[in-house]
């Protein structure tokens, strides 16, 4: 059976950017698209891109990425209950991650995903979650 992939921001914002690594996001959404398999992204990691597009761009585009970009793409935003937080805070006591990368890496063990990243900072992590790497 197919892992279950789950992008984190980092891929986000190089798939919007078309940065370096964008191709792997590129190919993942294609491949959910046509297969009909879910691609997965946690609302704190939505939340961040659309902080990062924001900060950088302005609010309008912070706002088209939530109302226009999201939805258009074969993307399963993954909501967080209390016991999801306390996970994700577990995570970041132990490593020294971002608290928005523990959600990815919480969510990710909880769904049974191989995380798509090129963030650096997963490495840590390696051993707790599958990543493929951009």
């Known amino acids: 059976m197919k892992k279950k992939k789950l992008l984190d921001s980092f891929a986000m914002v190089s798939y919007l950017n078309r940065e370096a690594g964008?191709?792997?996001?590129?190919?993942?959404?294609?491949?959910?698209?046509?297969?009909?398999?879910?691609?997965?992204?946690?609302?704190i990691?939505?939340?961040?891109?659309f902080h990062i597009v924001s900060r950088k761009r302005g609010l309008e585009k912070g706002e088209y990425f939530i109302e226009t970009i999201v939805p258009s793409l074969p993307l399963s935003p993954v909501p967080n209950t209390f016991d999801d937080v306390i996970e994700a805070a577990r995570i970041k006591a132990e490593y020294p991650l971002s608290f928005a990368d523990c959600f990815t890496v919480a969510t990710?063990?909880?769904q049974d995903c191989t995380i798509i990243t090129g963030d650096q900072e997963f490495k840590r992590v390696e051993h707790l979650v599958d990543i493929d790497w951009m």
């Open 108 to 110: 990710a063990r909880k």
């Open 45 to 49: 990691n939505i939340g961040e891109v």
């Open 22 to 43: 964008c191709q792997k996001v590129l190919d993942v959404m294609a491949n959910a698209q046509k297969s009909g398999d879910t691609l997965f992204m946690n609302e």
